[in-house]
């Protein structure tokens, strides 16, 4: 996986989890579920990484 992507993936997740912290400061109803599926994104995003990085046998 080339590092661009990883970065880009990463900064995704980021940016979920901040717009859903920033819901919940404004007291957005329902920000609790936005900010559960932006948290569940982002370890999917880090699942996704790693399954990649491990399915090439150590290759980079």
């Known amino acids: 996986m080339k590092g661009k992507t990883v970065i880009l993936l ?3 997740g980021m ?4 717009g859903a912290a920033f819901l919940k400061i404004q007291h ?3 920000a609790e579920l936005f900010l559960l599926l ?3 994104f982002q ?5 996704y990484i790693i399954y990649r990085n491990f399915s090439k046998g ?3």
């Not at 370890?43 to 699942?47: A, E, K, L, N, Q």
């Open 15 to 18: 940016l979920a989890v901040v």
């Open 43 to 47: 370890v999917g995003i880090f699942g």
């Open 58 to 60: 150590g290759k980079s």
């Open 28 to 30: 957005v109803g329902n």
């Open 38 to 40: 932006a948290l569940v």
């Open 10 to 12: 990463l900064l995704a």
